[in-house]
């Protein structure tokens, strides 16, 4: 007798414990499958990564736009560099090489002109595109640039000549102001151009 009654209060006992704390025993058992589920698809996500090969091995190296020249300022993201034109300190996304007035000025890499501008700050730049988010920028030209819009343009191919026409930046004696591009950011063009002994 004692045993029956003992097993309704048992039940009575659970079915209140359910009740009280169900919803946190079944979000916990939920947090759990969540959790477990997130390690397994990282371990899988891991193993793929290590397995793929990369589809474009080639390194892409590029030729100096002035030929001998020298860095008169070089890359800085994170430095600011003092600039006495605008007398402001600010971080300088791009290599300025030393070029008089005059010198050629050559494509870097293989690639279509795809911008032409002429402004007071940078003076006169030509864009290429060398495709997979790739681009390079050439300022300070001469405003009598040697390509056109749409031109295919090869590494080494004469694209301008140095002049003095940024005020943002230049002395009296010229300079070329190299910027690139990769993905519609500014990166550093050591990753592309060995700058190290110029």
Known sequence: MENETTQPKRKNNMKSILSKYGYYIALAVLILLLAIAIVLTSIGASNEVDKTVPTNTDVISFSSPVLNGTVLKGYS?????????LNVWEVHKAVDFAADIGTDVYSAYDGVVTKITTNLLQGTVVEIDHGNGLKTTYGSLDSNVAVKLGDNVKKGDVI???SNTATSEVSDTGEVHFEVWKDGNLVDPASYLDISNK
């Open 77 to 85: 993201d994170t430095e600011l560099q003092y600039n006495k034109n």
């Open 160 to 162: 301008g000549k140095a």
